[in-house]
């Protein structure tokens, strides 16, 4: 079996690469920009660096921002009729993974309206051409939703999200700005950055990992490790190093997919409103503890690269253990809780059946079942 690796046409980083974005307008010979983000980036200014460049450079634009933290069928449907109007022909994402999960799923459905219905999309949709391109910004450290083939949707009528998975989505540049996440509250760079670190080892570990992912997902558990203590007080190298982390992290697990961390994530976030990243940073460590015997000697490397010492003298079930303890410290550390208060013993059966149900489920390393997701939801309580 081949494996593939599928990545941005072009990315910037570093401070400053927004700049770079009026350049890439222009060599594309692009003429109106639809400006996809939520509504909080354009009222902290955050958006507006980025517009105020397209309009230095006479650069037309509209703005769309009817997005939500967990995105909807209906701020698709009605982004897709915005785009319309709008008479676009590029899309410029700035935000984290709602703004650029919405762009994604808008620019997949104005060139393959076939699947106008939303729900359509999910899994891996048979998608003919290419979405409309797309310049993804990101305005958080975690997602990774720039340099990535996949998004997700909230279905509200049937409190579920769901992941699509669709080459055709993939932004053909991506400008990873360290100074566009600069203005994220202490808890947001804490859960963005737990999402990061979810990417990185869930996708180090999951069934289709292979030497080139590997490389990339541990370089990912390293920086992020380092960094993301130091971002969350405001560090700039943190936010330098969570910026690179996230998109390494990104760069893996969007060819080889993901595990049941993101399953569970995914479940809490629909019935919940749980901020993504934070249920991952809960789900984590439990998750971790569950796969542990699936996954050879990884773990020894995840504990080394999260800065773990000894790790070579280690007996495995040390290293196990002590790989489960270093993320399960970094996330009480950003101050993530342990436990979902909002989690009822009655609600255990559809959490558990959604998960289950989820695209990222078949990529764990350990078979499941509905019973085990329950017990592992059941430790939240």
């Not at 990315?11 to 690469?17: D, E, I, L, P, V």
């Not at 650069?59 to 897709?80: F, R």
């Not at 769901?162 to 996440?181: G, K, L, S, Y």
């Not at 380092?226 to 007080?233: E, Q």
Request: charged content about 20%; glycine content about 8%; some cysteine.
């Amino acid at each position: 079996m081949a494996n593939r690796i599928m990545l941005n046409q072009t990315s910037y980083h570093g401070a400053g690469a927004i700049a770079e974005i009026v350049n890439e307008a222009k060599s594309h010979g692009f003429q109106k920009a639809f400006v996809c983000t939520d509504p909080d980036l354009i009222r902290f200014g955050v958006a507006g660096k980025v517009t105020a460049l397209l309009e230095e450079a006479g650069l037309a634009y509209d703005v769309y921002s009817d997005i939500k933290a967990n995105p909807t069928i209906e701020n698709v449907q009605n982004g897709v009729a915005a785009f319309k109007a709008a008479q676009a022909d590029y899309i410029v994402a700035i935000g984290g993974g709602s703004a650029m999960d919405t762009a994604k799923a808008i620019g997949i459905i104005i060139t393959n309206p076939e699947f106008a219905d939303v729900r359509s999309l999910e899994g891996v949709a048979p998608t003919k051409n290419p979405c409309v391109p797309i310049i993804a910004v990101p305005t958080t450290a975690g997602t990774a939703a720039e340099v990535t083939i996949n998004y997700v949707i909230t279905d509200v009528e049937k409190k579920r999200k769901f992941v699509c998975v669709d080459p055709h989505d993939m932004p053909i540049v991506a400008v990873v700005d360290p100074d566009m996440t600069a203005t994220m509250p202490k808890s947001l760079t804490a859960s963005t950055g737990m999402d990061a670190l979810t990417h990185a080892i869930e996708g180090y570990i999951t069934r289709a990992a292979w030497v080139m992912t590997d490389m990339f997902h541990l370089k990912a558990i390293e920086i992020i490790g380092k960094c993301l203590r130091g971002a969350v007080d405001g560090c700039d190298k943190g936010r330098e190093g969570m910026a690179l982390g996230q998109y390494i992290a990104g760069m893996g697990f969007s060819n080889v997919g993901l595990g049941i961390a993101h399953s569970m994530a995914h479940t809490l976030g629909a019935v919940y409103d749980t901020p993504h990243g934070v249920a991952c940073a809960m789900m984590l460590p439990i998750v971790m503890e569950y796969n542990a015997e699936c996954t050879g000697e990884k773990y020894r490397e995840i504990a080394r690269a999260m800065g773990v010492k000894g790790v070579d003298e280690m007996t495995q079930e040390e290293y196990r253990a002590a790989a489960v303890q270093a993320v399960a410290q970094l996330s009480a550390d950003v101050g993530i809780p342990a436990k979902l208060e909002a989690l009822k013993e009655e609600d255990l059966p559809f959490l558990a059946e959604s998960a289950f149900a989820d695209a990222c489920r078949p990529g764990n390393p350990k078979d499941t079942s509905v019973e085990d997701l329950t017990e592992l939801f059941r430790k939240l309580m």
